[in-house]
Structures are given as structure tokens and as C-alpha cells.
């Protein structure tokens, strides 16, 4: 499984557009990139996910690379309730299950 | 719409005791289906995965068990309870088809 590395703390001000960057340097080609979040006490929230090229839902944008070694998950608007730890999972499949490997993630904290 | 339920919220048990942990998804057929845990400040640890009844795998060997007598009922079990296996346990499904993860609300299990 590709690894990931995320910092491990943000800070950002409420209605700031928050960027989590995440670099997973030795993705195969086919892997694709998942991006959970977990707030306190609660099961992770799915976010979003990507290939190669830049996706956008109702929560959160992606950002990959062209060469596929790092991506940007952007909040666009943070509200306090978008404090939580971020998760940046590159995902692989073990007979026909998903096997999502979660790292530390990165813990963002929205300041009024 | 699909929706995932774990009971119970909480549970405090003695060292010793048995465990069982229950699972049910809703609205969708033949899931890929798994259990996590997540011990106190550190990130998820994939336990069981299963693509269809009766077809359980483990990921890391520990005191616990895993069972899916139903399509979409998933069990986690032990016979006796360490004090290391109190941490907050996760159940997810997936459709069998390239999908996210959904997570259920989890358990927060304490070992006494």
C-alpha cells in the first residue's frame, strides 16, 4: 500500500478556505486517493476521492497533482464544524475488498 | 438510502467477559463489510473484512472474532476480554463495486 504523510496539526480562521496537503509519493497508477474526516467521537465521514484529476463535491475540492505524488483537499468555506482530524488514505484492494489503511490524518482546528 | 447501524453506543465490561458487537446495513444488497478499531489517540486498525456470508478475514491476530451470518449482519466477538481490547470499534460497509467506505457511529468499549 502507498503511505501517506499529512502534517499533523493546521490552524484556520473560520470562513478561510482550509487546505490540507497530503503527499503519497509512491502511488501505483491505479491506486486512487480517499480523504476521510473524523469528528471527536464519531465514525469517519467520507469526503471525497480522485485518480488523476481534480474533483469537486458540495463539501470539499481535490486537488492531485500531474504527477499524482501529493494532493490538496480544500474546504472552502470552514465553519467550526469542520474541526476534526482529516484523513488522507490511498486505497488498494485485497480480493474485492477495500482495504483503507488509516494513518494519524491531520487534526485542523477552525478558530472563530 | 443506505444506513448502517452499530449498538451499543457504550459498553463496560469486566476482564474476562464475553463480547458481542453487532452490525446491520440497510438498503443495499450483499455489502462488503468491515470492523475497525481505534484505540485511544491513535488511528484506525482494520480488524475483519468480509465480502459475502460466512467469508470472514482477519487482518491482525488478536483475542477477537468476526462473523456474518446474514448478508447484512456483521458480529464481532470474543470469549474473554483482555484490558487491551477496550478502544472504539467501527463498523463500515462498501458496495462490492469501487465505492467509499461508510462508517456506522461506533462503540466505545471499556475493559474494566
Known amino acids: 500500500?502507498?503511505?501517506?504523510?499529512?502534517?499533523?496539526?493546521?490552524?484556520?480562521?473560520?470562513?478561510?478556505?482550509?487546505?490540507?496537503?497530503?503527499?503519497?509519493s509512491t502511488i501505483s497508477g491505479n491506486e486512487y486517493v480517499y480523504w476521510y474526516r473524523q469528528i471527536h467521537s464519531q465514525g469517519p465521514q467520507y469526503i471525497i476521492h480522485g485518480l488523476k484529476n481534480n474533483e469537486t463535491n458540495e463539501m470539499?475540492?481535490?486537488?492531485?497533482?500531474?504527477d499524482r505524488k501529493s494532493s490538496t483537499l480544500i474546504l472552502p468555506h470552514a465553519t467550526l464544524r469542520d474541526t476534526a482530524v482529516y484523513y488522507c488514505i490511498v486505497r488498494a484492494y485485497i480480493q474485492g475488498a477495500q482495504k483503507l489503511v488509516?494513518?494519524?490524518?491531520?487534526?485542523?482546528?477552525i478558530n472563530p | 438510502?443506505?444506513?448502517?447501524?452499530?449498538?451499543?453506543?457504550?459498553?463496560?465490561?469486566?476482564?474476562?467477559?464475553?463480547?458481542?458487537?453487532?452490525?446491520?446495513?440497510?438498503?443495499?444488497?450483499?455489502?462488503?463489510?468491515?470492523?475497525?478499531?481505534?484505540?485511544?489517540?491513535?488511528?484506525?486498525?482494520?480488524?475483519?473484512?468480509?465480502?459475502?456470508?460466512?467469508q470472514i478475514s482477519s487482518e491482525v491476530p488478536q483475542n477477537l472474532s468476526a462473523s456474518r451470518p446474514q448478508d447484512r449482519q456483521f458480529i464481532l466477538s470474543s470469549k474473554k476480554l483482555l484490558l487491551s481490547d477496550s478502544g472504539f470499534y467501527l463498523c463500515a460497509w462498501s458496495n462490492q463495486?469501487?465505492?467509499?467506505?461508510?462508517?456506522?457511529?461506533?462503540?466505545?468499549?471499556?475493559?474494566t
Open chain 1, 60 to 66: 470539499a475540492s481535490l486537488i492531485i497533482t500531474e
Open chain 1, 1 to 24: 500500500d502507498a503511505k501517506t504523510t499529512q502534517p499533523t496539526s493546521m490552524d484556520c480562521a473560520e470562513g478561510r478556505a482550509a487546505n490540507l496537503p497530503c503527499n503519497h
Open chain 2, 1 to 54: 438510502s443506505q444506513t448502517i447501524h452499530q449498538w451499543p453506543a457504550t459498553l463496560v465490561q469486566p476482564v474476562g467477559s464475553p463480547l458481542s458487537l453487532e452490525c446491520t446495513v440497510e438498503g443495499t444488497s450483499n455489502p462488503n463489510l468491515y470492523w475497525y478499531r481505534q484505540a485511544a489517540g491513535r488511528g484506525l486498525q482494520l480488524l475483519f473484512y468480509s465480502v459475502g456470508i460466512g
Open chain 2, 97 to 111: 463495486v469501487n465505492s467509499p467506505l461508510h462508517f456506522g457511529n461506533g462503540t466505545r468499549l471499556t475493559v
Open chain 1, 102 to 109: 488509516f494513518g494519524q490524518g491531520t487534526r485542523l482546528t
